[in-house]
């Protein structure tokens, strides 16, 4: 029997997605679990995967249109099944023709002037090849888009000649390296004019832009900072690394995951949400890590952090990273947090406050480990220090409990030992 598959919910505050590319296409087989579409939402560009297994009979919206969270999309079934799909949007796509939408559309756009300064490489637009689409992942045509790349000038090394983000980067690169071999050229210098430019928000700055205005005009945020020694974590990480493979290593911010969640444990009143009357103290607890991608930052979870082993908080969080600088977030992956983590360590960062996140109650901003003189039993000597701030919704918490909990944290940190038993 034929299954309908929905636009999904990813997120408590998505209200709908773009569907960007059709992975398959009617007619395709498909199993359960297979990757059927790419859908952006406000937070990243997620790989939606098939509830059902048999064969894509239709294709109800085209690519690059807006779908509301529920909404019909596609249909899968028995090959030769008969399917009667309500669809309101009249945007069904007859059996056989190609899922094109929008990057179809765009190659009838007139190209925009290029702008002064651009690259002589770098096109101001991204031109179609004349059979009106480029085969390239949607992260490298969110890249070539924010940095005004032509993909038809790239060859791509992806599968089947896909252009994907290493070939955008690449082109990039080379760009700039040009621009600066041309300016250690001796030559006169003139003063040029640099006409103002205007960016388009991407969805995820958008979202990033509404959230933390909502958090920062809604959430009475105060802030607890505090020096940790590090000289256990710095040594125990040391010790543990030499039997540990290159891709498996631990870092130092897994040793921040694992004791902010038994600190949490400690103190379930951090591990909440403020609910009006009353504050939710969640069950579980799901460390969130802030992580860097084009055009903003996202935030991948851990599940059940508190009782993971530092080996499988480390492996999961590294798949999760990975897959959200590529693009290739799941759902699972950015949802659920309970409190949230945001390093800036690998920055030379001192230290820094964060926004709360909501709905949580609270967020760790993380400064750099650093060696610096330190005062110990009346000598000066060297030590490694690390300064972090808890910023906290004070509807939740009070700056007592938030300073016990930096403290907690210090135990696990300074003693690391206490991560492993």
């Known amino acids: 029997m034929a299954e309908t598959i929905n636009m999904p919910k990813l ?58 969270v529920n909404a019909p999309i596609a249909v899968v079934g028995v090959a030769g099944e008969k399917v009667d799909t309500p669809v309101e949007s009249g945007k069904t796509l007859a059996p056989g023709a190609s ?3 929008k990057e179809e559309r765009v190659a009838d756009e007139k190209p925009a002037p290029q702008s002064q300064g651009t690259p002589a490489s770098v096109s101001s637009t991204v031109s179609m090849p004349s ?3 480029i085969k390239a992942s949607p992260l ?6 924010d940095n005004n790349i032509n993909l038809a000038q790239l060859q791509g090394t992806g599968p089947g000649g896909r252009v994907v983000r290493k070939d955008v980067e690449s082109a990039l690169t080379s760009s700039q390296t040009s621009k600066v071999s041309s300016l250690q050229s001796p030559i006169s210098f003139t003063i040029a004019s640099h006409e103002d430019e205007t960016v388009q928000l991407t969805k995820l700055r958008q979202a990033i832009a509404r959230r933390m205005t909502e958090s920062k005009t809604l959430v009475p945020h105060f802030y607890v900072s505090h020096e940790y020694k590090m000289d256990a974590v710095m040594a125990m990480r040391k010790q543990v690394n030499e039997y540990l493979p290159d891709n498996e290593k631990l870092s130092v911010n ?15 009143n951090l591990n909440a949400t403020f609910a009006g009357d009353k504050v ?10 802030a992580v860097a991608v084009t055009g ?3 935030t991948v979870v851990n599940k059940n952090t508190d009782q993971l082993p530092l080996r499988q908080i480390s492996a999961d969080v590294k798949q999760k990273v990975t897959r959200a600088r590529d693009g290739k977030v799941k759902p699972d992956d950015i949802e659920g947090s309970t409190f949230s983590i945001s390093n800036l360590g690998m920055y030379d960062v001192e ?21 610096v003189p330190v005062v110990e039993n009346g000598e000066i000597k060297v030590g490694w220090r690390m300064k972090a701030t808890v910023s906290v919704d004070h509807r939740v918490s009070d700056g007592a409990e938030a300073a016990q909990f930096m403290q907690s944290l210090a135990k696990y940190l300074e003693t690391p030992a206490l991560m492993l038993v």
Not at 351 to 371: D, R, T
């Open 11 to 68: 997120g408590f505050d998505m209200a709908e997605g773009t569907l960007v590319h059709w992975v398959k296409q009617v007619g395709e087989n498909i199993n359960k679990g297979d990757v059927l579409a790419e859908i952006e939402t406000d937070k990243a560009t997620v790989e939606v995967e098939s509830p059902a297994s048999g064969v894509v009979l239709q294709l109800i919206v085209n690519q690059g249109d807006v779908v509301p």
């Open 99 to 101: 899922a094109g939408g």
């Open 131 to 133: 059979d009106g689409a």
């Open 140 to 145: 490298a045509k969110k890249i070539a888009r």
């Open 254 to 268: 897994d040793f921040i995951v694992k004791a902010v969640a038994l600190a949490l444990r400690e103190f379930p």
């Open 280 to 289: 939710v103290r969640h069950g579980a607890v799901n460390v969130g890590v």
């Open 296 to 298: 903003g930052l996202l």
């Open 351 to 371: 230290n820094f406050i964060a926004i709360v996140n909501p709905p949580e109650a609270a967020i760790l901003a993380v400064g750099s480990a650093k060696e």
